[in-house]
């Protein structure tokens, strides 16, 4: 069991940058697979970036390749996403999301056991 919880959201304005964190508890997080999703107003929860348990796997949606970075301190229970060049079309709420680590990349947030309660990232144009 890992209980997720995420900050670092807030309003900025495009070009901005913001890093969000989401601090998990239970004994084993290295053990956790985590994945960073995102939903807007009307749309469903969308793949943003996911890392594998070690660290050493990371995979990003095309929107947010190349601004996007998704990071873990495993010794912190920590998963981040430094965030870069934010655009009007990344207003959303963003979620953790964790699963048991079996070696696999999953892109879809129904692939995903535990989830945060989620952070308002607000962009302005």
């Known amino acids: 069991q890992v209980q997720l919880v995420e900050s670092g959201g807030g309003l900025v304005q495009a070009g901005a940058s913001l890093r969000l964190s989401c601090a998990a508890s239970?004994?084993?997080?290295?053990?956790?697979?985590m994945g960073w999703f995102r939903q807007a107003p009307g749309k469903e929860r969308e793949f943003v970036a996911v890392?594998?348990?070690?660290?050493?796997?990371?995979n990003y949606a095309d929107s947010v390749k190349g601004r996007f970075t998704i990071s873990r301190n495993n010794a912190e229970k920590t998963v981040y996403l430094q965030m870069n060049s934010l655009k009007p079309e990344d207003t959303a709420v963003y979620y953790c999301a964790a699963r048991i680590e079996d070696g696999l990349t999953y892109y879809n947030y129904r692939g995903y056991n535990y989830w945060g309660q989620g952070t308002q990232v607000t962009v302005s144009s």
């Open positions: 890392i594998s348990g070690s660290g050493g796997t990371k």
């Open positions: 239970g004994r084993t997080f290295s053990s956790y697979h």
